[in-house]
């Protein structure tokens, strides 16, 4: 992002309620939650919350370095619990840009959480989508949110992953040219070591931004002994979260909570 600091506009918050059977969410789960404290857990809420707000925004960027945005303009959010559920807008007549927002937006916010030592797993799915709010409750669900869940909850690694119903996505977007903002790898190119721990999904997703920091962070719990490329840093991925448990920071040391 091009601005030094957020700051909420007063403008009315941009949350829409649509229908739609062919649109994209994202469902973003936290992982490291179990065995935080209750203020511990409420303060990594607290900060994701304030980041999608920034990131879901589009506004002005003053002469200050300051973004004055408004939350829910560039997509549509609701958090569930230690999770949060992304939406795009509802476009219909530019439905795939919709779709490329959302997903360089998730990237951005994957990369924030990866620096800052949050451990994550996210997946893409397109679908019967039903987004319903107002100042209080804001709901998105239908089937994508449903198959985005359920492969989610089988994927034994971190970073973000592609349920099969976005492949006509990733199909469009390498056909637009725009592969090197957002990439995506099949699971038949991760090959047979890292394939069965992403029952469910299609494959990965990532961006030139976002990819340095989801490799850095696994990384630091299994050095690599030689240059290691997409496949290479996914593997160690694979290694560190296969066995499910969860690794997070306690004063500069590291503990294990199963997750």
Request: hydrophobic share 40%; glycine share 10%; with cysteine.
């Amino acid at each position: 992002m091009t601005h030094d600091k957020f700051e909420r506009s007063s403008e009315k918050d941009k949350f829409e309620d649509f229908e739609s059977d062919e649109a994209m969410v994202v469902w973003l789960d936290l992982l490291g939650t179990v065995g935080l404290s209750r203020a511990g857990l409420k303060a990594r809420i607290d900060d994701l919350v304030a980041k999608i707000k920034e990131i879901s925004a589009t506004g002005p960027i003053f002469d200050d370095g300051t973004f004055v945005g408004t939350p829910n303009s560039a997509l549509q959010y609701s958090v569930v619990g230690d999770a949060v559920l992304l939406a795009q807008k509802n476009r219909p007549q530019t439905d795939r840009a919709a779709q490329h927002g959302l997903l360089l937006r998730t990237l951005a916010l994957s990369k924030y959480l990866f620096d800052t030592g949050v451990p994550h797993r996210g997946v893409v799915a397109i679908g019967h989508v039903y987004c319903l709010g107002d100042e209080n409750a804001k709901i998105i669900s239908g089937q994508a949110v449903i198959d985005a869940i359920k492969s989610e909850r089988l994927i034994q690694s971190i970073g973000l992953f592609c349920h099969p119903s976005s492949a006509p996505f990733f199909k469009w977007n390498l056909g637009f040219g725009g592969k090197r903002k957002i990439r995506a790898i099949s699971k038949k190119e991760l090959g047979r070591v890292v394939s069965p721990l992403l029952y469910g999904v299609a494959g990965a997703f990532f961006g030139e931004d976002q990819l340095p920091s989801w490799k850095k962070f696994a990384e630091e719990f299994n050095p690599p002994t030689d240059k290691m490329g997409v496949l290479g840093h996914i593997k160690t991925s694979a290694k560190v979260w296969s066995t499910r448990r969860v690794v997070r920071r306690i004063d500069g040391l590291l503990k294990v909570s199963e997750s």
